[in-house]
Each structure stands twice: as C-alpha cells, then as structure tokens.
C-alpha cells in the first residue's frame, strides 16, 4: 500500500491563473484539475487545503477569508471592560493554531487542541470536563507549530504517559493533503490507568485548524471559535474560573459572526452588553519595543524613511494595515540594531 501511494504522487504542479483549477503535469502531458474553491492563482490561493465535497476552504494560520487570501490579524487588544474583576482581560492576545474536533456538537462542550504559550505545550481539551484546567492531554513542545505525535500525559493526581501515537497528521496518510491542516486523535484505553481510560476515548475524532488568541501575559483569557459553521460562526471570550484542580474554562462573552469569513472575530456585538468589552485589531513591531519607541518620530511622512519604519515597526506607528512580509530585516537584535543605524541613531 506504501508503495502504490508513493508511485501514484504525480510529479510536479504549475498553477493557474484561474479561480477554479490547476495545471497538473503528468509526463509529457497537461491536464486541467478543477476545484470547487475559490483561490487566487491556485484552490484557496495556496494558503490552505480545500475541502472538494463542499468547495469550502479550510486556511492555515495566518490567512482567512472564503479563499485564503487575505491575512488575518496577528493579535486583538482588548482595550475596556465594565467590570473591575475582569481588569486583567484587558490587554494584547497574540495568535496561537488550534485545532477544533470536526463534529463539535453543543459548543459549551467543544473538543479542541491547542498551543499554550505560557506553559510552552500542546493540551488536548474539553469545555466542562472532569480534567484539571479543562486539560486531559498534554504535552511540552515549546515553539512546535503542530501537535507532536508522541509524548502526552494524562490523569490527576496520578499521572501516566500515553506510549503511543495519539495525534496523526491527514497528510502522513495522504500525502497530497497539505500538512497541519487536519489532524486526528486516537486513543486506546490503557487499562492501567484506572478510572480515566473512558473518560477519554470521547476525544477520538478528526480535528481541523483554527484560530486561537490567547493573553500575551497571564494566559488566563483567550478568544476562540466554539464551532465550525459559517454564516453563524461563534467566537466566545474564554476566562479560567476557580482554584487548583477546580479551575475551568468558563465562557464569558460571545458573539455570532453573519458572514462566510471563518477567521475574521467580529469588533462588535458582543453578548453579554452589560460587559462593555471593546475589542480592536492589532498587530507586532518586528524590532524590539525599545527601538521602535525611538523612531517613533519618523511613523510619519512623506520620506522613503517613513515605509521603512512604518513596516518594521507597524504596532508602534498603528501601520497594521502594511503587509507583515515587507520589514526585510531580521527579527533579531541585529535586525534592531540595522534599523538605528539606518537613522543614525543608538540606544
């Protein structure tokens, strides 16, 4: 079976300018490949995976819309509550991949897998369940921008690894799929791990990409779909509740998207009102927050100065709006110190 998929992969693919299929090159012959979705140049515009029994395209991190052409945004700053005991949702919630199970049911109750920066791992959750913080699975991988296959722990207060595989990539088992876009979970019960084996089977399932923004500080609010339609796309304001095993992802906000965007969070109309929660669009500097505060004078103008610092710099100058690929400039202190030396300037 290995060996008839490897013969099969077709070799080589040159893109269309068409919205609806692909040139692919087989030999010494051309054919045209049609696609159901929509796409700049290619299906979803290369920044995605379509789904061809229902045209929709499914986007990596990064990109959104119907066709995966536009860029979504790196970060959301929730600027003002009402309450006084939600103060320290206030504040920037930065871009993080998800994975949410593809039949998610009642959204109260949504599986999904997701990176946490703040412990620097990937967790398997579940809305209301019986796990420590809502987390059954997890697993260090600091940086990874997948789930790794291997190396979860699970249970409480008792904890035991799962040896095997749990997380399989589409695109291990079909290679023309795009990698990291869905992903299973397979869990066989361990009969040494007593009283919990069951409880986790439910996460058995495939699990498709999303977007997830988490508190850049205190990880302790984040804003995440909690289901997969469109239109009708819900987007809820998470906040972890309670103390010690207790603590539970609660929802406290959330908001019904009308459009076909699957990976745009709506700025306004947001439930409960009473709330008064403001929420905008934000995005980073590419340099350190030092340097950028430092040529913050030269955000504006009309000198070729101004699209440099303007682009290295888009958080500071409020320039979201400029392609986040133009800063040509390392994201280093290097890169910091190229930029003041460009303006004759030091820290």
């Given at each position: 079976?290995?060996?008839?998929?490897?013969?099969?992969?077709?070799?080589?693919?040159?893109?269309?300018?068409?919205?609806?299929?692909?040139?692919?090159?087989?030999?010494?012959?051309?054919?045209?490949?049609?696609?159901?979705?929509?796409?700049?140049?290619?299906?979803?515009?290369?920044?995605?995976?379509?789904?061809?029994?229902?045209?929709?395209?499914?986007?990596?991190?990064?990109?959104g819309g119907t066709d995966c052409a536009q860029q979504t945004a790196e970060s959301y700053d929730i600027k003002s509550v009402s309450s006084r005991d939600m103060e320290d949702m206030v504040g920037k919630y930065i871009q993080v991949p998800m994975y949410m199970q593809e039949t998610p049911g009642d959204p109260k109750n949504v599986k999904f897998v997701h990176y946490d920066p703040i412990s620097s791992g990937w967790s398997i959750s579940k809305l209301n369940s019986s796990c420590t913080d809502d987390i059954c699975f997890f697993a260090y991988a600091k940086g990874q921008p997948v789930p790794p296959a291997k190396g979860y722990v699970f249970g409480q207060p008792d904890k035991h690894v799962y040896y095997k595989q749990l997380v399989f990539d589409d695109h291990e088992l079909y290679p023309s799929k795009a990698a990291g876009i869905h992903m299973s979970v397979s869990y066989t019960p361990d009969p040494n791990a007593v009283g919990v084996s069951e409880l986790l089977s439910e996460f058995t399932g495939r699990y498709v990409l999303q977007t997830r923004y988490v508190h850049s500080k205190n990880g302790k609010y984040s804003i995440m779909p909690i289901n997969l339609d469109s239109p009708g796309k819900l987007w809820a304001v998470m906040g972890l509740e309670g103390v010690g095993p207790a603590r539970r992802w609660k929802i406290l906000a959330q908001v019904k998207d009308p459009s076909l965007n699957r990976y745009t969070i709506p700025a306004a109309g947001w439930e409960p009102a009473s709330m008064g929660m403001k929420l905008e669009t934000s995005c980073s500097d590419h340099v350190s927050l030092d340097v950028c505060n430092t040529l913050s004078e030269k955000c504006s103008g009309d000198s070729p100065d101004t699209k440099w610092v303007q682009s290295c710099c888009r958080d500071t100058c409020k320039s979201c709006a400029i392609d986040r690929t133009l800063c040509k400039l390392p994201k280093t202190a290097a890169g910091a110190a190229m930029l003041l030396q460009m303006f004759n300037r030091t820290k």
């Open positions: 079976m290995q060996q008839f998929l490897k013969t099969s992969v077709l070799v080589g693919l040159v893109a269309l300018n068409s919205v609806q299929g692909a040139i692919v090159k087989t030999g010494k012959n051309l054919r045209v490949k049609e696609s159901r979705c929509p796409g700049l140049s290619a299906p979803c515009s290369g920044h995605g995976e379509c789904a061809e029994h229902t045209g929709v395209c499914w986007c990596k991190t990064g990109y």
